[in-house]
């Protein structure tokens, strides 16, 4: 039973630039969260999806938005990305997403923006 | 605001003994929170929750003691081995009310144990 996947592993853009991260949720999972951690920090919410559809969002610009797929994999984009956008993306699948299911994360994907 | 903080960043202990590791929240209305360990290279791996309505929760080795009156959140972990080194984070949420499905973490501490 393979657990949350998330790629690329690492990425290496410049400011100004667009990301697209991609996840996989845990098998028989249909929800999926967003969190940025910074280097030293607890990870931040940034958005929650399910049935392919936003459920709620944390404090992020809108530079910073999402999709759902059908086969609930879901991607964050970034756009016009600045040094501060430097940080792990983790992402975690649940069932059904309330807060009191267990949200299970992947291994994240290290971003560093020069 | 709704902020959940940790009261020290580290702590070392010899393998063997027991740990605890404390969080303090600010959020009265946070009526759900759940400890994470966060091992290097992966991501936060759920440990165990309490609710509001409980003070006391015991899992396998571990227990989480809630304080309401202080704002008071701990994690304790008996019997530590190298294997628990990692960072632990606690998470406030609210379950009351419907409609929110955000975890808020804290800074986290990072356990370290040795042999």
């Known amino acids: 039973d393979a657990g949350v996947t998330q790629s690329p592993t690492h990425l290496i853009k410049t400011r100004g630039q667009q990301v697209t991260l991609r996840c996989s949720p845990k098998?028989?999972?249909?929800?999926v969260s967003w969190y940025q951690q910074a280097l030293g920090q607890g990870p931040q919410f940034i958005f929650q999806y399910y049935e392919e559809e936003e459920r709620q969002r944390g404090n992020f610009p809108d530079r910073f938005s999402g999709h759902q797929f059908p086969n609930y994999s879901s991607e964050l984009n970034v756009n016009a990305l600045l040094l501060g956008d430097s940080a792990l993306y983790l992402c975690?699948?649940?069932?059904?997403?309330?807060?009191?299911?267990?949200?299970?994360f992947g291994p994240g994907t290290r971003l560093t923006v020069l | 605001g709704e902020s959940v903080g940790l009261h020290l960043p580290t702590l070392s202990v010899q393998e063997g003994d027991n740990s605890i590791i404390n969080c303090a929240y600010s959020n009265s209305a946070s009526d759900y929170f759940i400890w994470y360990k966060q091992e290097s290279g992966k991501g936060p791996q759920f440990i165990i929750d309490?609710?509001?309505?409980?003070d006391k929760r015991q899992g396998q080795r571990v227990t989480v003691l809630l304080n309401k009156t202080v704002k008071h959140l701990s994690l304790q972990i008996a019997a530590t081995q190298p294997g628990d080194s990692a960072v632990y984070f606690c998470?406030?949420?609210?379950?009351?009310?419907?409609?929110?499905?955000?975890?808020?973490f804290g800074k986290g501490t990072l356990l370290t144990v040795n042999p």
């Open positions: 998470a406030e949420s609210r379950i009351s009310g419907g409609s929110n499905y955000k975890l808020t």
């Open positions: 098998s028989g999972h249909d929800t």
């Open positions: 975690a699948s649940s069932l059904f997403g309330g807060v009191t299911d267990t949200q299970y």
């Open positions: 309490i609710r509001s309505n409980m």
